[in-house]
């Protein structure tokens, strides 16, 4: 007798081994049906290297190749731009898939109309751009003409890029999707009034925010209040050290949550500092200024809980669980270290518990 399972449970299975490039070879030849979602798995992000890039290439033009519209992204690490590699462009472009493009690594070409920009331009489709520990070394960075190449782009993250940025020229106009953005402390401040000089902050709908240091308060504080309603997704990183100007910044200061009646998303990311002065209080005093009755999901990401035991947990779980927040669905707290974290936890927040809403991950 044969038993047909049903697609969406086939589906959670292949999602499971996603990561099991070997299980998923085999899982595409147990029958037809299932070729088109391993594949997903296993071709869905390349990999360009030195060494493969030629190789790849080849690939894009053998007749035999079936699976060229399973990639969706492109990850780029450590490489060196050469001026063979922009002969390798025209091939790229047979990749009408890609949406994601990641870059990492050392890159010796900056300039807006060499190799580097040659190869960013063979995707021109993409709509996720991901820069992380990109090195520029002494020279400048021509940011906003990397994202120009771009006009599809609604979501760019940075991490860690050296190097100072050049200065937006007068016809970079921003892609008019952009609506999520994740910035590394030097982009946040130049990024936002970009897209305020040309009417595209009002766009951005998601934010992520570095621990920020005072001299990007003002910035940043300006860039809030323009978008206002519009942001509905929020991550911030914090840390509770009174009195250091360098590194700490009065978040009172910087959000005013009344701006952002919006807000469905909500991270708070804490980069505690345990010497002289920190004061855990001040989280929970921060979170009692919350006035989005739209929020749905309240996530903190703390790196040590032991830090906040003495805190005024039962407020905290009768706060969040009043009639302010009728759309909360989770609390969520990320990172925890011990098993009796999870115990205290479930303890301290007797309300959130009981209504199904706390979670532990």
């Avoid at 890039?53 to 190749?65: F, Q, T």
């Avoid at 922009?86 to 990749?95: N, P």
């Avoid at 469905?264 to 002065?277: A, E, M, R, V």
């Avoid at 990401?301 to 035991?309: F, G, P």
Wanted: net charge positive; charged share 20%.
């Amino acid at each position: 007798m044969t038993i047909q399972l049903p697609p969406e449970l086939i589906e959670e299975v292949l999602g499971h081994l996603a990561e099991d490039p070997g299980t998923l070879r085999t899982c595409s030849l147990v029958c037809r049906a299932w070729v088109p979602r391993t594949r997903s798995y296993l071709f869905e992000t390349w990999k360009l290297t030195p060494r493969n890039m030629s190789g790849y290439c080849k690939l894009l033009h053998s007749p035999c190749v079936t699976f060229l519209a399973h990639v969706h992204g492109i990850h780029a690490p450590k490489r060196c731009w050469k001026e063979k590699d922009s002969r390798l462009v025209a091939d790229l472009r047979r990749l009408t898939g890609v949406r994601t493009l990641t870059m990492s690594g050392i890159v010796h070409d900056s300039n807006a109309n060499g190799p580097f920009r040659t190869f960013l331009s063979a995707f021109p489709l993409v709509t996720r751009l991901v820069l992380v520990s990109c090195n520029f070394g002494q020279q400048t960075v021509p940011l906003f003409d990397m994202i120009c190449v771009f006009p599809a782009l609604q979501e760019l993250r940075i991490r860690d890029m050296s190097g100072a940025l050049a200065d937006p020229p007068a016809i970079a106009v921003p892609p008019h999707r952009l609506r999520s953005l994740d910035l590394g402390l030097k982009q946040t401040g130049p990024i936002l009034e970009w897209l305020h000089a040309f009417n595209r902050l009002s766009n951005v709908d998601s934010l992520v925010l570095p621990l920020l240091k005072q001299k990007h308060v003002s910035t940043v504080r300006t860039a809030l209040r323009r978008l206002g309603g519009a942001l509905h997704h929020l991550t911030i990183t914090l840390t509770w050290f009174p009195g250091s100007t360098s590194v700490d910044v009065d978040a009172s200061t910087v959000f005013e949550f009344s701006l952002h009646p919006n807000l469905k998303t909500l991270t708070i990311c804490d980069c505690p500092w345990t010497g002289p002065g920190f004061d855990p209080n001040r989280m929970f005093q921060f979170i009692a200024t919350l006035e989005s009755p739209s929020l749905e999901r309240l996530m903190l990401d703390l790196l040590n809980l032991s830090l906040y035991r003495e805190s005024d947990w039962a407020s905290f779980d009768a706060f969040l669980t009043s009639s302010r927040f009728p759309h909360l669905r989770k609390v969520v707290f990320t990172r925890l270290r011990w098993d009796g974290d999870y115990q205290f936890l479930r303890g301290a927040l007797p309300l959130l518990e009981n209504l199904g809403m706390l979670a532990i991950i």
